[in-house]
């Protein structure tokens, strides 16, 4: 069975993130566990934390989930890390405030798959656009399967359409010279394929968008802010180095530039 942890530490964020803990362990039939963190031991901190998994746990029983929730002491994210390799974590959930937090659990937490929510103000409904850049080697190596499955649960739960995003860099000269072969609409269509070949045996159609820009990053955060995806997908491992390198670069752009406050993680082998 899989496990979820969602941290939260009393705050009004952190227990709105936890609705889509939630959500997630009643669409993959998972346990959860609530993990406070206690780095304010003040009576009040105390007391809101305690008061939050209360709450928490009421509604996950209500949804039939096994949940139990967990008190301990110390630096947040050093306790996560510990926790997810001691009790086998599937899926790690935290609610981010600010773009420091979220580039220490990038740096310390080694991720397969990463989803921002992007925060629309006025909006506090379930997901309705999944947005799912795909670039170059992404699932080299394995992984396309537990995305698609992680992917079409998701959509499938909150009835959310799920967009595959294919960024189309444009011509690069060196001295006048063509440097980069351009790549075709109908090849960057075509690299899409297998994921959507994935996500249709379980049963999900796609829609897809392919665009121009030089940087993923920025044209990630782009293509977020004018659709008005509420969740990013990201994949951040892959087998080669350089690919590894690209993947970091995208993926803080798109957390330091997307406005966010939950990351959820699938913790790297």
Known sequence: MQKILMSVDGSFAA????????ALGKALGAELDLLFVAGDQSAPAMKRAEESLVRLLRQAHALGLKARSVTEIGDPVRVIQDYVAREGVTLTMASVTGPEAAHRL???????????RVVHPGRMASPHEILVPVYGGEFEGGGLEAAADLLARL??????????FRLRRPLARLFDRPRLVDETLEQAERSLHPLIAALARRGLAPAMRVS???RHGPGITAEAAARRHDLIFLGTKGPKSVLQRLRRGTVDHVVRKSPCDLMLFRPAA
Request: contains cysteine; glycine residues 10%; proline residues 3%.
């Open 15 to 22: 227990e709105a993130g936890a609705r889509y803990a939630l």
């Open 106 to 116: 990038l740096r310390e937490l080694p991720c397969a798959m990463l989803l921002v």
């Open 155 to 164: 959509g499938a739960f909150w009835h959310a359409r799920v967009v595959l």
């Open 212 to 214: 121009w820009g030089r």
